[in-house]
């Protein structure tokens, strides 16, 4: 019998036990590289659980390590292919999003003296929106929608200039303990499973254009307007090039040549009339069966 302890003493533990598996900071120890990774690609892994571990913590680090074992000991990835995973997909888990901007604000005082400088970032309304679970946040992007407001302009300043403004940075960058339950963590975890799960086709249907498909993550990256492009972008390219190709709508025997040639037509237009026309064209060339098209 427990004289004297109180239900709240039993409580506690578990309750923040389970905020530290949602934000991924448990006390997990720190991730191991698995032994049979190329050697090549270490560096650039270890470099990927530093900064994942700096973002969100070591849970969050082991699930990166974890998407890496996958294609260790595939055929046709061969070093310089891993290593770019590895390296893009650090990148990736990474996304700018506020908590990170005041994340990277704050680091700036742990190396020591510096001038004090305000960082101005442009972001769109949804961005912040998505910060909330998405529970929270569908109901609201709908309203958004509705409004017209979706894309709507948001300024944001990040200083250490003032004791205030540490504060306000310190109670952004706290919040990345709610981040894996956001609704823009939700939406980023589909982009990064959708992105390996276009390799691991590459790899079963066109080996030789492995590397294009992996490098395509380098096109999605930013915030605001910038980050809003580059992932219309990246899914015209893969929804009408790639992944056609992969369920034989589009018979294109270079994929790797075509995903260069339609990433070399993607301009800053919202229209994407010049990525479309390029894309028609090639899928003209190839013969696109539009009937098999999903």
């Known amino acids: 019998m427990n004289f004297g302890r109180s239900k709240t003493a039993d409580v506690l533990p578990a309750i923040r036990l389970m905020f530290a598996k949602v934000s991924g900071e448990s006390n997990n120890p720190i991730p191991t590289l698995p032994a049979d990774m190329p050697e090549n690609a270490r560096l650039v892994a ?15 680090a082991q699930l990166y ?83 017209g ?15 205030f403004r540490l504060r306000c940075l310190r109670i952004l960058a706290s919040l990345r303990r709610w981040r894996l ?7 980023e975890r589909v982009w990064v499973e959708r992105w390996l799960h276009m390799i691991d086709r590459s790899l079963a249907k066109q080996p030789a254009a492995v590397a294009a498909v992996v490098s ?19 899914n015209l390219i893969i929804d009408h090039l790639v992944k056609p190709t992969f369920d034989g709508a589009v018979l294109c025997p270079d994929l790797g040549a075509a995903i260069a040639e339609a990433r070399a037509a993607v301009e800053h237009d919202p229209r994407q009339d010049s990525l479309k026309r390029v894309i028609a064209g090639l899928r003209e060339r190839t013969g696109a069966d539009d009937r098999r098209a999903d």
Do not use: C
């Open 149 to 163: 407001w979706r894309r709507l302009p948001v300024t944001m300043r990040f200083s250490t200039a003032s004791g």
């Open 46 to 60: 270890v470099d990927g659980v530093k900064r994942l571990i700096d973002y969100q913590g070591p849970g969050y």
């Open 216 to 234: 395509t993550a380098e096109m999605v990256q930013g915030y605001g307007a910038a980050y809003a492009q580059n992932l219309r972008d990246w």
């Open 181 to 187: 339950s956001s609704l823009r963590y939700a939406n």
């Open 65 to 147: 390590v974890d998407r890496l074992r996958r294609f260790i000991g595939r055929r046709n990835i061969d070093d310089k292919v891993f290593a770019d995973i590895a390296r893009l997909m650090a990148a990736r888990m990474a996304y700018d999003d506020p908590l990170r901007m005041a994340q990277l604000k704050l680091a700036e005082i742990r190396k020591g003296p510096h001038v004090s400088s305000i960082d101005v970032r442009k972001l769109y309304l949804d961005e912040l929106t998505s910060l909330l679970p998405k529970r929270g946040a569908d109901p609201m992007i709908r309203v958004l929608d509705y409004l």
